[in-house]
């Protein structure tokens, strides 16, 4: 976790300085940041999504399971997490037993950090190659799904809290193993927006 605190600070002060080399009419070099950003961003979220995915694997093995709360809407503020704690919230009603209620907070938490993984990669993308069409107000957006992202990341260290002080002692060595496993590597393709109206 104490990486995860290291890259997203690195991350913060990386969108803080872009945006501030904007307000100063600095144009370009905000673009470059921006793309630094964003490549940050994506080595955090990988780093997450397969911690996620390493605590369900290992949670598998575990019969009885930390309880969770559902994620809060009011803790979001884009549509794709508020959409997500949403789901959440309606399914932690409906499954019974903290074991079906901590896979599924799992699952949202890895789904959510990926499409805001990938949010951020298209609209940092559109400023950094000058075809924005609207720069201040997707920065603007950059800023709400940075909000988010941060939430869901303390959301996950959350979980894996509450899991390792589930997780038998004999099975800490072999689950801090799954841990050091490195991401895959991911291949990005940034698709241009045909439109910003809602279907």
Known sequence: MRSWESSYAMLSVALDESLSMRARGELVCSQQQISITADL???LAS???SCCLAVELRA??????PAVEPLKMGFF???TAQTAASWNGIIHHVLFGDRSRFFHKLRILSDTL???ENEFTEVAGEISAG???RSSADLGTLDCLHYDFSTCLRETEVVLKSFLCSLPDDQ???FSADLDVPAA???HRISPKLSRASA
């Open 60 to 65: 598998r093995q575990i019969v009885r399971l």
């Open 41 to 43: 961003l994506r080595r």
């Open 172 to 174: 800490l060595p072999a």
């Open 114 to 116: 990926k499409r805001l």
């Open 77 to 79: 503020r884009g549509s």
């Open 131 to 133: 075809t924005s069409a």
């Open 185 to 187: 590597p991911q291949a």
């Open 47 to 49: 780093s997450l999504t």
